[in-house]
């Protein structure tokens, strides 16, 4: 059983492009998390999401517009990316956004921007 | 200065050797939470534990044990009789309750195991 799950695993995007990637819990959290992880750095947070709220937005370029329809989905909609946006998008969920809530990752979005 | 430190980028054992991976965290906070993640090839960072910071006791799980000691803010990984299905990067994460803040969860950069046959 995949508690998390993301869609597509792979996307291959030209910086004129749109595209959105999708995530979906089945863990009956209130929160997630997306993510990005480059070559060499450490994960990134970019955006927290509690009850469909957002709460954090850690400085993230306005080229990324998340959405969080209900709190078993959210998504990262993508528009003029950059070749340096290419990364791995991991998506996250968990119960609440208390110090002691683990989160839950889905298997990932490997980006590239061409 | 980082906040998680995972000062072993690559470590490369045979199988059937134990590996003890390192992790090294700062905090201010007497309330936190300590996790360590598995990131296999295929990119899902899979939970392995989370211990609190009241909870000093080692704990064993199977071929795992985790070492946590206060004193040196160390919450260190040990795999026993290591097998090539334990290859990945393992992440260290803290999570810490920062008054008038949301919690935050900050990973350290990540250790790549690899287990030869």
């Known amino acids: 059983e995949t508690g998390v799950t993301q869609t597509p695993r792979h996307l291959v995007m030209g910086m004129t492009n749109k595209k959105s990637l999708k995530c979906e819990q089945h863990l009956g959290h209130n929160a997630m998390y997306w993510y990005k992880q480059s070559a060499k750095k450490p994960l990134e947070l970019m955006f927290v999401?509690?009850?469909?709220?957002?709460?954090e937005n850690n400085s993230v370029p306005s080229r990324f517009s998340p959405e969080c329809p209900n709190s078993s989905h959210l998504f990262l909609h993508l528009h003029t990316l950059q070749p340096e946006d290419s990364a791995l998008y991991l998506c996250?969920?968990?119960?609440?956004?208390?110090?002691?809530?683990?989160?839950?990752f889905g298997p990932g979005t490997r980006l590239t921007v061409l | 200065a980082q906040k998680v430190t995972q000062a072993q980028t690559e470590i490369s054992v045979v199988e059937k050797e134990d590996v003890t991976l390192d992790c090294v965290y700062e905090t201010r906070d007497t309330t936190y939470y300590l996790f360590w993640y598995k990131q296999p090839p295929s990119g899902e960072l899979v939970f392995l534990i989370r211990r609190n910071s009241f909870d000093e006791q080692n704990e064993i799980s199977g071929r795992y044990s985790w070492n946590f000691q206060k004193s040196t803010s160390s919450f260190n990984f040990t795999i026993t009789a290591s097998q090539v299905v334990d290859s990945a990067v393992y992440f260290c994460?803290?999570?810490?309750?920062?008054?008038?803040?949301?919690?935050?969860?900050?990973f350290g950069s990540g250790t790549q195991l690899t287990v030869l046959p």
């Open positions: 999401y509690n009850f469909k709220e957002q709460t």
């Open positions: 994460a803290l999570s810490e309750d920062l008054r008038g803040s949301a919690r935050q969860l900050t």
């Open positions: 996250a969920s968990s119960r609440g956004t208390g110090v002691v809530d683990t989160q839950y």
